[in-house]
């Protein structure tokens, strides 16, 4: 389970608490001292723009596993009047507010993968990887995965939780919801993960039986499990409670189905559902901690960007802000 961290940018000040957060992550990672620096430089960056362009908004820093290397992901989000013209932005020397204009250039140049999503009026969010060596880090073959899973204002720990298994011919993904939030929530949520993982090799709706049994001495949750089949271009999801799911193509949209209960307490029935998967693909998995009322469609162009930006875009405007949130978005390549 790894959960972003998240920092407020609304004064000058709090882009020293931003990039003492990213730099102490990068260490912690094992980066090096030329790589450590990228990351406090990209960060510091990110968050001046916010204070400069935007009057404000969120970095929120993950850390990245990708085969054998560790990586640090830096999403920045906010409300503010946007980019009517995003190539202009990048180019060294151009400046709206008589800086340098130098930033979001050096922000592309330090980064191992870079991408902006930015609508007039709405907002920008800016989506940054950067890796603990130089050495070049191509995306997983069958599958971009974003995600942000964070805990109720106030609280230290998470009760939501996510987790992924991928293989040549399948991958397998999860978000629960323990009952409430805090310590106990998480609880739940940590062990739901853990029969998760051990019973990756099940179906969706056994590994949901088995965290049945599991989660009884636990305060319960609610969970709902996706099995993407490359080889038969399908999904096979199970689903208890009210984790939210979709699937959408260029030219499709399903909403997955889900069994009411309490995975751990009270379970009615277990079924799982078939739907037809697409080269590209876009799965949405999130948690009551996001509201449900968004639309994809309102976000032209959206669909085509790394499916951080697009979780992030989520919780930006649609984060309830009284619960934990989780936002899963999985894409396929082929997109």
């Known amino acids: 389970m790894r959960e972003s961290v998240a920092i407020t ?57 990708q085969h054998l ?18 190539d202009q932005c990048l180019q060294d020397g151009f400046s709206t507010t008589g800086t340098s204009g130098n930033g979001m250039g050096a922000i592309r140049r330090l980064s191992g993968f870079f991408e902006i999503y930015s609508i007039p009026n709405q907002g920008t969010a800016l989506l940054a990887h950067l890796w603990s060596d130089s050495t070049p880090h ?12 964070l805990p109720k204002p106030g609280e230290d720990v998470s009760g939501d939780a996510w987790a992924c298994v991928v293989d040549g011919r399948r ?33 969706p709706g056994a590994i949901l039986e088995a965290a049945h049994t599991a989660l009884r001495s636990t305060r319960g949750a609610v969970l709902a499990i996706a099995e993407i089949d490359f080889e038969q271009q399908s999904v096979c999801f199970a689903g208890i409670g009210n984790i939210a799911a979709s699937i959408f193509s260029f030219t499709e949209h399903h909403n997955l189905l889900s069994h009411n209960g309490t995975v751990g307490h009270e379970i009615r029935k277990i079924q ?34 790394h499916p951080s930006l697009i979780a992030g875009v989520l919780y930006r405007d649609f984060n309830r802000e009284r619960d934990d949130v989780t936002v899963l978005v999985v894409k396929g390549m082929g997109r």
């Open 272 to 305: 799982e559902f078939s739907y037809p998967w697409y080269s590209n693909g876009l799965l949405i998995m999130h948690s009551d901690g996001l509201g449900a009322k968004w639309q994809l469609d309102r976000y032209p162009g959206l669909s085509q960007k």
């Open 171 to 203: 991958s397998l993904l999860l978000v629960a919801d323990g009952l409430g939030h805090g310590p106990a929530a998480a609880t739940a949520a940590s062990q739901a993960v853990k029969i998760f993982q051990d019973d990756h090799h099940r179906s």
């Open 69 to 86: 290397a560790v990586g640090i992901e830096v999403l920045s989000l906010d409300k503010g009047s946007g980019m009517v013209d995003v």
């Open 9 to 65: 940018i609304t004064e000058s000040s709090q882009t020293g608490e931003a990039r003492r957060a990213a730099m102490a992550l990068a260490t912690r990672l094992g980066f090096q001292e030329t790589e450590r620096g990228k990351v406090g430089i990209v960060v510091t960056e990110v968050a001046n723009n916010l204070v400069q362009h935007a009057d404000g908004g969120v970095v929120l820093l993950r850390t990245l596993n």
């Open 138 to 149: 191509p995306p997983e073959k069958t599958l971009e995965i974003g995600v942000i899973c």
